[in-house]
């Protein structure tokens, strides 16, 4: 089966970088999706394509996929970005949607 | 951007069948564009995607849940549903409905969810 597999937990001290990882053999190969779920909301994506951000997203947030990892950077880490992430890649193969288990970021 | 919103019970008892549907406004569910999704996430727990539809009724469902699940689409209605048969507490989660792309396969916007609890 398809698995793709994230850190549990990441934490950050406020203005410091955080890079949460999505990895998989070849998720290069493969379009990349991210997500920020806030407790009690629905997620919302922040990037899609793998580096691309949707329209109101800040330009702290940013994409990389290639070889046998997809990374989120959050640049300039603020306490309002606390959240749980999740990467999200659509197995063409198999026909599904695949998420990440999740990695929650805490801002120490 | 669409607004989706879920609707349907919170309490469903084990063996009977889930249902939910999801009403789209603001933007056109006929859309050649855009698949419409039903992902879930149990309490605590990670998002799990259970299927999608196009208007037309082709859908896509994940194998582990296909034996038990229908998606479909009402175009009139603008909305769309799902049925989760012969539940049990594992399937107990919020269930959110979601707009997917067909060529950007992400899923943005997102309803603001739905907990179902499966319970006697």
């Known amino acids: 089966s398809y698995v793709l597999t994230q850190p549990p937990s990441v934490s950050v001290a406020p203005g410091q970088t955080a890079r949460i990882s999505c990895e998989r053999d070849?998720?290069?190969?493969?379009?990349v999706h991210w997500y920020q779920q806030k407790p009690g909301q629905a997620p919302v994506l922040v990037v899609y394509?793998?580096?691309n951000r949707p329209s109101g997203i800040p330009d702290r947030f940013s994409g990389s996929n290639s070889g046998d990892a997809a990374t989120l950077t959050i640049s300039r880490v603020e306490v309002g970005d606390e959240a749980d992430f999740y990467c999200?890649?659509?197995?063409?193969?198999?026909?599904?949607?695949?998420f990440g288990g999740g990695t929650k970021l805490t801002v120490l | 951007q669409p607004q989706l919103l879920e609707s349907g019970p919170g309490l469903v008892k084990p063996s009977e069948t889930l249902s939910l549907t999801c009403t789209v406004s603001?933007?056109?569910?006929?859309?050649?564009?855009?698949?419409w999704g039903w992902i879930r996430q149990p309490p605590g727990k990670g998002l799990e995607w259970i299927g999608s539809?196009?208007?037309?009724?082709?859908?896509y469902y994940n194998p582990s849940l296909k034996s038990r699940v229908t998606i479909a689409v009402d175009t009139s209605k603008a909305q769309f549903s799902l049925k989760v048969s012969s539940v049990t507490a594992a399937d107990t989660a919020v269930y959110y409905c979601?707009?997917?792309?067909?060529?950007?396969?992400?899923?943005?916007?997102w309803g603001q969810g739905t907990l179902v609890t499966v319970s006697s």
């Open positions: 979601a707009r997917v792309g067909v060529l950007v396969n992400c899923f943005d916007p």
């Open positions: 603001g933007g056109s569910i006929n859309s050649e564009t855009h698949y």
């Open positions: 539809i196009f208007y037309t009724g082709d859908t």
């Open positions: 070849n998720i290069g190969s493969k379009s």
């Open positions: 394509d793998d580096k």
């Open positions: 999200h890649v659509w197995e063409t193969t198999s026909v599904q949607g695949i």
